[in-house]
């Protein structure tokens, strides 16, 4: 194919996706306006009555509480026979549902995981009244429809209860992660996320099934991309998958944000300050602002969120200010903010439009300079005050545009489009590395510059589900992934190519199978077919890489991925499983590029380039039994060409080695009674590489790949209807590795919080490292052993807030 026709060809790709976008909005937008002037209106004054349609009783609520963003949940056979004689009613919908039900043998109960459950009356009730979880959640994540108890693999959903609860303590959203999730590595408590692994391997983040992660020039910034504010739940897989694409060989996080559950205008607004226990000054002080709004008029229904926040100075236990990565950028000392629209409008009972816009950016106020620590003398890193000498503020600025359509009843199947865009800038500081001097501009060892990157993906995600096949035993769901990938890397002072513009285009069709040959029996497989390809010019390496000229290619891949598993329920409440499913990624591919440093070299010959396919064995055993429920799980995680940073000569380059990592995860929950629970999750992790070529893996993985074996605990409390608490314990057991300057030294850490509801608002007391726990981070210690980046851990903090619904 020809130049000319395969860039006519990605032109008009990226033209359809726009257009669909543009148009899409302006046919929201333009009935936004008389929407607008309808709520202004006297004759229109009075809210529009709420209306559940005569029918089919299951029918009914299906529709009624797709529409009012219920996620409900039952067996048809318990409404087979039943028919709904149609209600309305100036309520909300949770209350309308009720009403409908009075007259019925049926209820509506609560489940833990933020979703609801059709049971008939008193069958599932303890002795002390609380509705049993039945754990029937639909994960959107998994794209077929699965629920949560039929997954072959570990599925954790954090709700919006435990959300907030965490960021009652601290609003950083890698910090809630690592709080909630052992296996996922500790928080950095920087905006730089390097090290972060989930499973010893890349996560890969998304918003509503955006991706926000950046493999092909792995920045390590993809954790701060939205604010927890906006966020509903959490998914999460545990384990390489390739259900939506690249970059998924650890597992996926799946931020699934806020919607309209309200018919009226609701409004919530809510403070927050943060201040250390000691040296409180201006320049320690953190606080945050938001505001949201939801409603919804006729088929239109909106959410918006915004969100301001200053973060100050970190103290450590000793009260002294806690280093500042100037060049990889901070969390302390920045600003943020989060601007959030969602709007829906249901084109009919089955099928809905909706668009989604997040713009988020934190950006350093540069009032501190990080100081060079001593490692071997145990001195950490520092700040003092005062601007870095050269470059500007490093930032992240995201902005994630979503387009969806639903239609549920596409001749029986369930058809879902998706349109995105995602435009991603990350700034570094400025430093006088040694892979940016160039004596041509300035003496060796003075030259500052400061890199940024930029990526732009486009992309489009099809899938159809036909659920009843033979005798509704059998779910299908097919679909098309479409994505392209626009990467580079500046010098920005001195105006340099670092990593060359690189375009990655991706399509991918798959098909997955749900078979349910009896009701003890889940039986699930899958195919995916990776159609990849990249493009690169021919460029020339900066001079700390001898400069060379580096001829451009499109290499391309294929590679067919696969995923198979069983769940079999031994009772009704107990069950095992087994899984192997394939992940799907690539290396830091701009960290390839720009490390070339030999003349002579081509794109298209390049083996760093070739993919990354993980393979990922798991068994496992889950309880779920009120008063408590119990899940344990072994996994080994295999890639022949695996990718690992190493650190030569100043420089971090890409290594491809065979990888093997095995571990095991476990997880309790006990209702102690309808006031009090305990939970506790634990995480065992060790992995080898291939660092001599024998084929054979003989050197430990370091902090930087695996996260050390950790083991979390909390306890909830609901004492009334008005007083809650929250106690929590992590810790991170010591570890040591073949280089002895990474030895890890374990910590421990207690975060707790009270909540008190007010007669107006709810206030919150949070205290973080309740017992000023003194410590270096884990990626301090045992991720790679740099002065730069021996920081010490954040000591004791009081956060007070308030917030007000209206």
């Not at 001097?437 to 995600?461: R, W």
């Not at 479409?482 to 990593?499: A, C, E, F, G, M």
């Not at 451009?552 to 294929?558: A, D």
């Not at 421990?748 to 007391?765: E, R, W």
């Amino acid at each position: 194919m020809s130049t000319r026709k395969k860039t006519h060809l990605k032109t008009q790709f990226q033209k359809a996706i726009s257009t669909t976008l543009t148009c899409s909005g302006l046919i929201i937008a333009s009935g936004i306006s008389p929407l607008t002037l309808a709520q202004e209106a006297p004759s229109q004054s009075v809210q529009q009555p709420l209306k559940i349609e005569a029918g089919n009783l299951g029918n009914a609520l299906t529709t009624f509480a797709a529409r009012h963003n219920i996620a409900l949940s039952f067996n048809s056979t318990l409404t087979r026979d039943l028919q709904s004689k149609g209600i309305s009613g100036n309520t909300s919908p949770i209350e309308l549902i009720e009403q409908l039900l009075s007259t019925t043998d049926l209820e509506m109960v609560p489940n833990q995981d933020g979703t609801y459950s059709l049971v008939e009356r008193g069958q599932y009730q303890t002795t002390d009244n609380q509705a049993i979880n039945l754990n029937a959640m639909v994960i959107q994540t998994s794209r077929s429809n699965t629920k949560k108890e039929d997954s072959p693999q570990v599925i954790t959903v954090i709700n919006r209860e435990q959300i907030e609860e965490q960021l009652s303590i601290s609003t950083d959203s890698s910090q809630a992660l690592s709080n909630l999730l052992p296996a996922y590595s500790p928080n950095t408590q920087k905006l730089n996320n390097s090290s972060q692994t989930f499973r010893g391997r890349s996560v890969l983040y998304m918003i509503d099934g955006v991706p926000q992660s950046n493999p092909i020039r792995e920045g390590s910034r993809s954790a701060h991309t939205i604010d927890l504010s906006m966020v509903e739940r959490i998914e999460v897989i545990h384990g390489a998958t390739a259900v939506h694409g690249l970059g998924a060989t650890g597992g996926i996080i799946n931020f699934i944000t806020k919607s309209t559950r309200s018919n009226k205008l609701k409004q919530h607004v809510d403070v927050q300050m943060t201040t250390p226990t000691e040296k409180i000054s201006s320049d320690t002080l953190s606080y945050k602002i938001g505001y949201q709004a939801e409603g919804s008029q006729g088929d239109f229904d909106y959410l918006v969120g915004l969100t301001n926040e200053v973060q100050g100075m970190y103290l450590d236990a000793d009260g002294n200010y806690v280093g500042a990565a100037t060049v990889r950028g901070d969390i302390m000392d920045s600003k943020s903010y989060d601007a959030f629209v969602k709007l829906g409008y249901w084109l009919g009972d089955d099928q809905r439009l909706e668009l989604e816009v997040n713009k988020y950016q934190m950006k350093g106020r540069m009032n501190f300079t990080g100081v060079d620590g001593d490692r071997d003398n145990g001195v950490a890193t520092s700040s003092v005050k005062g601007t870095p000498p050269n470059g500007v503020a490093p930032y992240n600025d995201v902005q994630t545009t979503s387009l969806f359509y639903t239609d549920s009843d596409l001749d029986g199947m369930e058809f879902k489009a998706q349109a995105f865009h995602q435009d991603f800038e990350g700034r570094y500081g400025a430093s006088n590395s040694n892979s940016f001097q160039d004596t041509s501009i300035a003496p060796s060892g003075t030259l500052y510059d400061q890199s940024q990157n930029q990526s732009e993906k486009i992309g489009a995600k099809f899938s159809l589900t036909k659920n009843d096949l033979l005798d509704n035993t059998l779910s299908i769901t097919t679909g098309l992934d479409l994505l392209q990938d626009k990467t580079s890397q500046t010098l920005i002072l001195t105006n340099r190519t670092y990593v060359p513009e690189t375009e990655y285009t991706n399509y991918a069709p798959f098909i997955q199978f749900e078979y349910k040959p009896t009701e003890r029996l889940v039986l699930q497989a899958g195919v995916r077919d990776e159609h990849a390809k990249l493009d690169v010019g021919t460029y020339q390496t900066v001079a700390a890489n001898n400069g060379v000229t580096v001829n451009g290619g499109s290499p391309s891949f294929h590679e067919t991925v696969y995923n198979a598993g069983a769940v079999f329920k031994i009772t009704p409440a107990v069950s095992v499983f087994t899984n192997y499913s394939q992940g799907f990624g690539m290396p830091d591919v701009g960290r390839v590029l720009r490390g070339v440093d030999i003349a002579g070299q081509d794109v298209d010959s390049l083996i760093d380039l070739s993919p990354i396919v993980t393979d990922n064995y798991e068994v496992g055993f889950r309880v779920n039994r009120h008063p408590y429920d119990f899940e344990l799980s072994y996994y080994e995680s295999d890639s022949d060409l695996g990718s690992r940073i190493v650190e030569e000569n100043g420089l971090y380059i890409v290594k491809r080695e065979k990888k093997e990592i095995q571990g095991a995860e476990a997880s309790l929950g006990f209702q102690l009674n309808k006031k009090h629970k305990l939970q506790a999750s634990y995480s065992f992790i060790q992995g080898k590489s291939d660092t001599d070529g024998d084929g054979k893996v003989e050197t430990k993985l370091t902090g930087a790949d695996i996260s050390p074996n950790r083991l979390v605990t909390s306890w909830n409390a609901n004492w009334n209807e008005k007083l809650s608490s929250l106690l929590q314990v992590s810790h991170a057991f010591s570890r040591s590795f073949d280089n002895e300057d990474l030895d890890f030294d374990g910590y421990t850490l207690v975060d707790a919080s009270i909540g008190y509801k007010l007669p107006v608002g709810k206030m919150n007391v949070s205290v973080a490292n309740l017992l000023n726990e003194d410590y270096f981070t884990y990626y301090s210690q045992a991720a790679y052993a740099n002065d730069s980046f021996y920081f010490k851990g954040r000591g004791r903090t009081v956060t007070l807030a308030y917030g007000l619904d209206f």
